[in-house]
């Protein structure tokens, strides 16, 4: 007996080492390898943050690649396991974008202002210059040292000497002349004419100065060969942190708004990034010019979204009433045709309508209305009806599908229960199965007001936003929305504004996380009164 015992307790010891000893080794290699990636790609990152300086990203990148690797080669953290791709993807699709967004709805980015003050110094002596007309051909010999192009050219005295863009140009102790007569330095590599015809662009833009002060002109060349000494119309004190102009004796100071202002107001660009605070929140409800466009681009929103989810909402609900009455026949090919537009890909839709709707070609003209002149998509009101038509034949196939669960998931016997008591077929609808059917879809209402308040892709591929109202201050049409307005603001147009169009983005996501708040309460409310 005692024996069986010991022999059962050891045949269980045993199993439980195999258990423990049976490691599967394809799951371990694909392991090592995407942690392997995962740690070469975070230990290359590190040190180009580590060469920059930013030491706050630094140890959070060491940190985040530390925590997954101990999460994922220990044997009791699945839950983290499973947790972890969510959080990174959150991070790098959600977060990092809100951050960022923020961030810039705090400076003045934007066009002109997208620099450092380095870099925007940098630029204007560059665009200030002028060939000096007593400038002598200078012949020269374009090189390319690593990743950087610079000039060999002799002085008066015979001597060679090397510049670059960063750095004025130097005696060079050993040049070698090849027979054809170019000259080529060690680590350098001298460019014939294959080479200039490679790198025209980069060599065209090269300036190269003269000596350390940058009065005494700098360096550029048109074809490779011959370059010109150009002077700088206007000169920087480093000392006073100040532009003067050459010929007017005009003084640019930093004035604090991110670029150099003169005494009358003239400012020289570009200008450069800084931190406004909350000027450009301030900008967005203080001038009158923005502020009325966006007043009127948010009223157009708040109707367009809420015509447009009530329309579908009311047209599935219809049709799904109409289609759930189990006397219709054919309900199985009709529900399969009515999920089409929901099927076929949005903004293909959108292009499609764009051409029926087109006022001299289009098929609704030309075909239905035999040959007339509507500007559906030029007229400011007909435009707004066109987007609202064409969001309803999008919009309707997901209220249809989600009103049919709804109905079919109320059960009959409530029906029964009510026909019995001597009600009509419309107060069991209004009366039983409506308020039952919103407890459900009420959530999904608001997303889809949510999701309908910035459906970018409509109003886009539609009308771009069209017509294009001419006494708005901001590059704005009569349909524009106002995530198409930021579009607008942010990418299209000479001026570009990344810094406002940032602070319309915050503004519009507590407009929608405010607008959700409200109607799911309302919803919740609504399911306790069911």
Known sequence: MRHDVRSSAQHKRALRLCSHADIRMTPLIIKIVILGFLD?????????????????????LLGITALINWVYWSKNKLPAKYLIPGLVFLFVFQMFAIGYSTYVAFTNYGTGHNVDKEHAISSIVQASLEKDPDSDPVPITVVKCGNDFGFIYSDPAGNYLLGKPDSPAQKIAHVEIDPQGIPSVPDCHSLDFAGLLQYQNEISELSVPVSADLRDG????????????????????????????VESGVVYRDAGVGAFVSDDGKELSPGWKINVGLANFVKAFSE????????????????????????????????????????????????????????????LSALVWAGLLNEKFGFINQVLLGGADIPWLQSPVLAKISILVVNLWLGFPYMFLVCMGALQSIPEDISEAAKLDGASAWQIFRLIKFP???????????????????????????????????????????????????????FVGANRDYGLASAFAIIIFFIVALISAIGFRMSKSLEEVN
């Open 288 to 347: 009158k010019g923005i502020r009325g466009s966006f007043f009127s681009v948010f009223v157009w929103t708040i109707e367009y979204s809420l015509v447009s989810v009530a329309s579908t909402f009311a047209l599935g609900l219809f049709l799904a009433v109409a289609f759930n009455n189990p006397r219709m026949k054919g309900r199985r090919f009709y529900r399969s045709l009515l999920i089409l537009p929901y099927a076929f890909p949005g903004f």
């Open 218 to 245: 700098i360096l550029r060349t048109a074809d490779g060969t011959t370059a010109f000494i150009f002077h700088s119309t206007v000169e920087y004190d480093p000392q006073k942190d100040t532009f003067t102009d």
């Open 40 to 60: 070469a790609f975070s230990l290359y990152a590190a040190f180009l943050l580590l060469s920059s300086q930013r030491w706050l990203l630094f140890l959070a």
């Open 436 to 490: 039952l059917l919103l407890v459900s879809v009420a959530p999904l209402l608001i997303s889809s007001f949510a999701m309908t308040f910035n459906n970018f892709n409509l109003i886009y591929m539609l009308t771009s936003g069209g017509p294009v109202d001419s006494e708005s201050q901001l590059n704005i049409g009569s349909t524009d929305i106002l995530i198409s307005m930021v579009y607008k603001l942010a």
